[in-house]
Nanobody
Framework: QVRLVESGGGLVQAGGSLRLSCAASGRDVDTYAMAWFRHAPGKEREYVAA????????YYPDFAKGRVTISRDNAKNMIYLQMTFLNPEDTARYYC?????????????????????WGQGTQVTVSS
């Protein structure tokens, strides 16, 4: 079981940047693929970025490419989400998620159902 705690959210003006952090704990955390999702009121939970357990491969949906960077520091059991050129449509609660088992590769289309562990989320609000 992987436990996740997100931080770094807040209020930012449109065009600004923000870096979210996710502290992971548990056994063999560095063997789990990780991802970030977001959930805005009235919308479904949306995939933002994913990273392999080694950090050697990263994955993004089209809307995030060029604006979002996911990274991890396995020595510190930390996962990060750097977001740039934020706009009001990015307002949501952002969640860190861990894959279902050690060494599992990120699927071609990461869905919330594939991820086993979730944090409580951190709120990001972008003002216009």
């Amino acid at each position: 079981q992987v436990r996740l705690v997100e931080s770094g959210g807040g209020l930012v003006q449109a065009g600004g940047s923000l870096r979210l952090s996710c502290a992971a704990s548990g056994r063999d955390v560095d063997t789990y693929a990780m991802a970030w999702f977001r959930h805005a009121p009235g919308k479904e939970r949306e995939y933002v970025a994913a990273i392999s357990y080694s950090g050697g491969s990263t994955y993004y949906p089209d809307f995030a490419k060029g604006r979002v960077t996911i990274s991890r520091d396995n020595a510190k059991n930390m996962i990060y989400l750097q977001m740039t050129f934020l706009n009001p449509e990015d307002t949501a609660r952002y969640y860190c998620a861990a894959g279902p088992s050690p060494w599992s590769p990120v699927p071609a289309i990461p869905t919330p159902a594939w991820f086993r562990s979730w944090g409580q989320g951190t709120q990001v609000t972008v003002s216009s």
